[in-house]
């Protein structure tokens, strides 16, 4: 639940080890949490990443995510990413 929603769930920073990666892992996490929360009857998803994680971008709009805002973290030097998906 974000913020206390009865309607959004949050994804932050989903990620799969190195030495797995390419093996579809990804995609049936992303997958099930979808599923877990068209269960709980959410009606949106929130999530963000990293500008940087190229992989995870092209997996998350593949999973019908689309970008809303990039927002810059300079305390870890990278820039986050916030997607949204409907369900």
Partial sequence: REDGSDQSGRIVRMSVADDQQGRGLGRQIGEALLAAAR?????????????????????????????????????????????????
């Fill in 39 to 87: 269960e709980r009857g959410f009606i949106q998803v929130l999530l963000e990443t990293n500008d940087d994680w190229e992989s995870a971008l092209q997996l998350y709009r593949s999973l019908g995510f689309q970008e809303v805002a990039r927002r810059p973290n300079p305390d870890f030097g990278f820039v986050e990413v916030h997607m949204t998906l409907k369900l």
